[in-house]
Nanobody, 115 residues
Framework: QVQAVESGGGLVQAGGSLRLSCITS????????MAWYRQAPGKQRELVAA???????NYSESVKGRFTISRANAKNIVYLQMNSLKPEYTAVYYC?????????WGQGTRVTVSS
């Protein structure tokens, strides 16, 4: 089973940038579909961005043009570059790995955007 560990969260001012990383182990990374989700206080977890094993990406409308998801297969890492951050992006960001119907979640990394 895939294990995923996120890093890179923190406190940033509105308009700033952060890059989140998620490193995986336990499987062949190039076969795994990866995604980033976030969960704000009192809200449901929502999809932010996803990247398939074939590098096809999709984004939520709220982050299009601001966030970029990418993967480095040789390093078993998926990245989420977040630019022009807004206070409403404050949330815990989770990495999800999916392979052959099996899903694994990381423990999350907190992003706080101050106004």
């Amino acid at each position: 089973q895939v294990q995923a560990v996120e890093s890179g969260g923190g406190l940033v001012q509105a308009g700033g940038s952060l890059r989140l990383s998620c490193i995986t182990s336990g499987s062949v990374f190039s076969n795994i579909a990866m995604a980033w989700y976030r969960q704000a206080p009192g809200k449901q977890r929502e999809l932010v961005a996803a990247i398939s094993s074939g590098d096809i990406t999709n984004y939520s409308e709220s982050v299009k043009g601001r966030f970029t998801i990418s993967r480095a297969n040789a390093k078993n890492i998926v990245y989420l570059q977040m630019n022009s951050l807004k206070p409403e992006y404050t949330a815990v960001y989770y990495c999800k790995a999916e392979e052959l119907g099996f899903i694994s979640w990381g423990q999350g990394t907190r992003v706080t955007v101050s106004s």
